[in-house]
């Protein structure tokens, strides 16, 4: 089994990222706006767009399939990559994802995690986890809308942009539902929480 199988949806094609991807890429990552609740700083040039998409994706695919899955998420009528999404094979094994600013309020981000959830369920996958800054609860929506559900809020200095961020973390388990939920963000922030109006 390969990393990053291909899915199609009614609208969208999920697909690896390919070389030729490097302005789809630039476009994704540049948006200061788009990648404001990002760890990582917009690119700034379609050269640094094309180290990010050789480091973060090329290089990713020759790895074993338990390494996770990075999809790039295009529309079915002309192929171009408009976001991503991203599921770390690590223990936490995060389910992260995000879109072109313009591409926002369509439903698109529900329904590609919708199709990689199905996907991740096919392959065996345990349990995926989320998590969003707590000043971005549009990413918290999305979780909800593909069954994640609310586990704990935990806080964290965010890298490389050196902030304190309260993250919310969201939990989908697939074979035990119900199960216990992951705490590794927990163990290792010295402020943890549950928030009730959740």
């Known amino acids: 089994m390969e990393n990053t199988p291909t899915i199609e949806t009614q609208r969208l094609l999920l697909r690896r990222f390919t070389p030729a991807d490097v302005e789809a890429v630039y476009r994704i990552y540049s948006d200061r706006q788009a990648n404001r ?27 074993p399939a338990a390494a996770g899955y990075r999809y790039a998420v295009c529309l079915r009528d002309d192929n171009t990559p408009v976001g991503y999404i991203h599921v770390s094979g690590e223990d936490a ?16 981000a529900t329904e590609a995690g919708s199709a990689v959830i199905r996907q991740l369920r096919r392959d065996g996958v345990p349990f995926i986890t989320a998590t969003h800054d707590r000043n971005n609860p549009a990413s918290g929506r999305v979780m909800q809308k593909i069954g994640m559900t609310y586990r704990y809020s935990y806080e964290e200095q965010w890298q490389p942009k050196n902030i ?3 993250f919310r973390m969201y939990q989908l388990d697939f074979l035990q ?8 963000y927990w163990n290792t922030s010295e402020m943890h929480f549950i928030e009730a109006d959740i």
């Open 37 to 63: 609740f990002l760890p990582w700083y917009p690119v700034q040039s379609r050269e640094e767009a094309a180290v990010l998409l050789t480091q973060r994706y090329l290089e990713f695919y020759r790895k």
């Open 164 to 166: 304190p961020v309260i």
């Open 93 to 108: 094994r995060d389910f992260g994802y995000g879109l072109r600013r313009d591409f926002w309020n369509r439903g698109l």
């Open 177 to 184: 539902p119900g199960s216990e939920s992951y705490k590794g």
